[in-house]
């Protein structure tokens, strides 16, 4: 799920609030990542030539493979992730449901097409289109997370709103995902292209929410109703609005409720609102998704990997060599090392300023002033010491 146009949109609009930085800047950090989202980009990213890889009975394996290795990679930079998976969806997302299904129903005629025409560039595109994550990847993916020692849990609802509430409740530093939606739920920080493989040579990608609010000059309940305008899974969008418009309606109207007021009463057919619009219901589940609270949340840890375990698991199940799965294992186990490392930040404390006790003519300790801080600066500085001699005929006198 996603906001059509939003990261344009705020790139162009709050320019401070996103950065690009290298994943090693994330040492430390506790990331909540959508793994729903990190299961479909690993099913179409990891291939061979003639589709997904799969294990000896057919089993498609392209999911653990990207699992494996990205979340290694992951950790290898200090990353300490937890992955959010989708729990039940709300009912009121059923028509996107359907338009995706829709989607899906075409591919699949185009994919026929294609594949009698022999055009292997389409054939190719179609299958991507096509391509879904099922309750048993999900299974073989938490099955996998668990024997690898890396934590996980299952959401309520869907998983970028139970990943931004964590966020927005100090558990994590930010969402990993590719979803702008995590901003709209609350996310303080999201941050994109985590999962990118490292042949991509990507950087990572963050957005702060506080910056995007300062720099598009908008309340958080106008910028909800800025993104249910651009475009959003749970109600469809007034025709001729696109990102910039829907900005521009809330910053002069205040509302949605406002603009509607406003096109009521200076009708046009470039405006279509459609029939039995619900955004009231689309704001009220960005604000309030259903998920889990911080005090009902189990105690994350990243445990030693199950070596034996996995190795069986990925050997034995999904066919992977026995050389690789020990490489990675032991990559995992030197992970573990890093893990316990804190960051720099963690072992300093703001100061006050030391401008602020400065004035002319105040009281030290030792003296008074300008010359009892020149005085104490060359004791500091190792000039005059009473234990040395203070000058030349000092020295040499027996």
């Given amino acids: 799920m996603g906001i059509k146009g939003l990261s344009k949109l705020i790139q162009g609009t709050a320019e401070k609030s996103c950065k690009e930085g290298h994943i090693k800047g994330y040492f430390g950090r506790a990331i909540a990542i959508d793994a729903t989202m990190a ?31 990205r979340t290694i990679r992951m950790m290898e930079n200090g990353v300490k992730p937890i992955y959010i998976f989708d729990g039940k969806p709300p009912d009121f997302k059923e028509h996107e449901l359907a338009k995706r299904k829709e989607k899906r129903d075409k591919a699949a005629v185009e994919l026929k097409e ?32 668990t024997l690898m020692g890396v934590p996980w849990f299952q959401a309520p ?42 042949a991509k040579k990507r950087p990572v990608l963050e957005f ?17 109703d800025v993104c249910i305008l651009c475009g959003c899974d749970y109600c469809p969008s007034i025709r001729g609005v696109g990102p910039k418009t829907a900005l521009m309606m809330i910053k002069k109207h205040g509302s949605i409720e406002g603009m509607l007021e406003y096109l009521s009463e200076n009708p046009s057919t470039k405006y279509v609102v459609p029939d039995n619009w619900r955004f009231q219901k689309a704001r009220e589940l960005f604000k309030e998704p259903d998920v889990t609270d911080k005090k009902d949340l189990p105690k994350f840890t990243w445990d030693p990997p199950k070596e034996k375990e996995l190795t069986d698991y990925l050997v034995e199940k999904m066919s992977f060599s026995i050389e690789r799965v020990e490489k990675g ?18 072992f300093f404390k703001v100061m006050p300023s030391p401008a602020a006790g400065k ?37 040499t006198k027996k």
């Fill in 208 to 224: 702060d929410l506080a910056l995007v609010l300062e720099g598009m000059g908008l309340t958080m309940e106008q910028f909800i």
């Fill in 39 to 69: 299961l479909y980009q690993f099913l179409i990213a990891v291939r061979h030539a003639s589709g997904q890889l799969t294990n000896e009975s057919g089993e498609t394996t392209s999911h653990i493979i990207g699992f494996f290795y």
């Fill in 359 to 395: 004035g002319k003519g105040k009281t030290t300790k030792g003296g008074k002033g300008k010359l009892a801080g020149k005085k104490r600066r060359r004791n500091e500085s190792g000039n005059t010491n009473s234990g040395q001699p203070k000058n030349k005929r000092a020295r």
């Fill in 157 to 198: 609802g869907e998983a970028e709103a139970q990943a931004s509430r964590m966020c927005a409740q100090g558990v994590v530093y930010g969402t990993g995902t590719e979803d702008m939606d995590a901003l709209t739920f609350g996310t303080t920080k999201l941050v994109r292209r985590l999962t990118d493989s490292e």
């Fill in 114 to 145: 294609a594949q009698e025409a022999g055009d292997a560039a389409k054939v190719t595109q179609m299958e991507k289109r096509l391509v879904r994550g099922s309750r048993e990847h999900v299974k073989d993916v938490q099955q996998l997370l």
């Fill in 329 to 346: 294992i032991e990559r995992l186990k030197a992970c573990r090392k890093k893990g316990k490392q804190k960051r720099l930040d963690n």
